[in-house]
């Protein structure tokens, strides 16, 4: 078996077969730089610390190995390095194997000092053995029969501890107001003040009515993520059978084959799929180390959910600029899209992979949203929490302001022209103005 240094050739070729991942590499003190970028390639495919062992004589096993095909320093220790790894060393259709390759034991060497997936270039084989969204953006769009608008959500707040009467009651103020769509957060699954199926069963009969009195569809994204699949299956099956449109997932703390489970379970329920990112952080915030929100949300495209939170594009108070979020949003939503060099990213090509619905949350109020759609366009969900049930006149009112705040940017008016005929909005604008939450 070759050492290290050998698995670097930055005179190949990627082949349109390969599967290309594009890496940031932290070298540690004392060590060489080729053999760091080497045992990236070699730990990740084929290879062994050990420069002897028996099988070295295969050269077959050679056709599967990773090869680091670029190579630049950015620091005085770190580089932008990009691997090529052979379809055929990957199983289709099995997103865990992937990562246990590309993303496994090599980011606990020694060898390297930080080692960060920036992108990922899917081959179409392996692209293609994955279903994607079911409905995608124009399916989205379609059940709600809004064409160009952005969606709104909004999760009640405080988040968790309400009851269910008070939990359903905060959906009806902003279904009337002119929210969308109810939304439960990461942690409220079905503890004992708010049972999962209680919940479920009471929303629907304010949200039917809700529809009659306003002409609108509306719907809620329920969470039911659990660690047992079994659970999640009863969840959504109740869901379907109350006529509800969508099951939301914690995408990270399921695990890769919990959400492709669901996404085959939800294609024979007919049920979108709404990924809530919650514990993303812990591995993408570090630029040094870890795996990007970019991967992540391409992987969810592949597994197939219909909508992923992907930040704020610099506005609100979570981590992310406005480069990568707009990125991301590229990403997840373009069907072919340029390499960019500034963000050590890859091109793409998605083929038959629709869209996924880019989801702006965090931090949001009506003052800071045209904002949003400047960077981010209108083919977006926006979702509103404290924006909408901080207003100083409940959430009803909330909910006025952030639909009138979005309407007034589509028709061409500012928020203070608007603010002069809708009273909900001046309050909103009087109490938060139009700076962001840091």
Not at 145 to 153: A, D, H, S, Y
Not at 191 to 203: D, G, L, S
């Amino acid at each position: 078996m070759a050492g290290y240094e050998d698995f670097i050739n930055t005179k190949y070729k990627p082949k349109s077969t390969d599967l290309l991942v594009s890496f940031k590499v932290k070298i540690p003190k004392g060590v060489k730089k080729e053999k760091a970028i080497g045992a990236v390639a070699s730990e990740s495919s084929v290879g062994t610390w050990a420069s002897t062992v028996k099988g070295s004589e295969y050269s077959h096993v050679k056709k599967v190995a990773g090869t680091v095909y670029f190579v630049t320093q950015e620091s005085p220790t770190s580089y932008w390095t990009k691997i090529a790894y052979p379809q055929d060393h990957f199983e289709p259709g099995n997103m865990s194997q992937i990562l246990a390759s590309i993303a496994g034991n090599v980011f606990g060497m020694k060898a390297v000092d930080g080692l960060r997936i920036e992108d990922i270039k899917w081959p179409a084989k392996i692209r293609d053995s994955f279903p994607g969204p079911q409905f995608g953006i124009d399916g989205i769009r379609k059940i709600f029969k809004v064409k160009k608008r952005p969606l709104l959500l909004s999760v009640p707040k405080p988040k968790v501890g309400m009851t269910t009467p008070e939990h359903c009651e905060i959906g009806r103020q902003i279904w009337s107001g002119g929210i969308d769509l109810l939304k439960d957060d990461e942690n409220l699954s079905s503890q004992k003040f708010n049972p999962f199926e209680k919940r479920v069963r009471t929303a629907v009969k304010i949200r039917d009515r809700i529809e009659k009195e306003t002409g609108d569809k509306k719907s809620y994204l329920i969470n039911i993520t659990h660690s047992s699949y079994k659970e999640m299956e009863k969840r959504a099956k109740l869901i379907a059978d109350l006529g509800w449109e969508y099951v939301m997932i914690d995408i990270v703390t399921t695990g890769f084959s919990g959400v492709h489970s669901v996404r085959e379970l939800c294609q024979d329920l007919g049920l979108a799929i709404h990924a809530h990112r919650a514990m993303h952080a812990s591995f993408t915030r570090n630029p040094d180390h870890g795996f990007s929100m970019l991967a992540l949300a391409e992987t969810s495209r592949l597994l197939g959910v219909d909508n992923i939170h992907i930040g704020t594009a610099g506005v609100g108070k979570l981590v992310g600029t406005s480069d990568e979020v707009l990125s991301i949003q590229d990403h997840i939503t373009g069907k072919k899209v340029k390499e960019n060099k500034k963000l050590r990213t890859l091109g793409e090509d998605w083929g038959r992979i629709k869209p996924v619905f880019p989801v702006s949350s965090g931090g949001l109020h009506p003052g800071v949203l045209p904002d949003v759609m400047k960077k981010m366009g209108t083919n977006i969900m926006i979702q509103a929490g404290g924006g909408i049930h901080g207003h100083p006149g409940g959430s009803h009112a909330g909910a006025i302001a952030v639909r009138q705040a979005v309407e007034a940017y589509l028709d061409g008016e500012t928020l203070d022209e608007r603010a002069r005929k809708v009273p909900e909005l001046q309050q909103a604008l009087t109490l938060w103005g139009k700076k962001h939450i840091k």
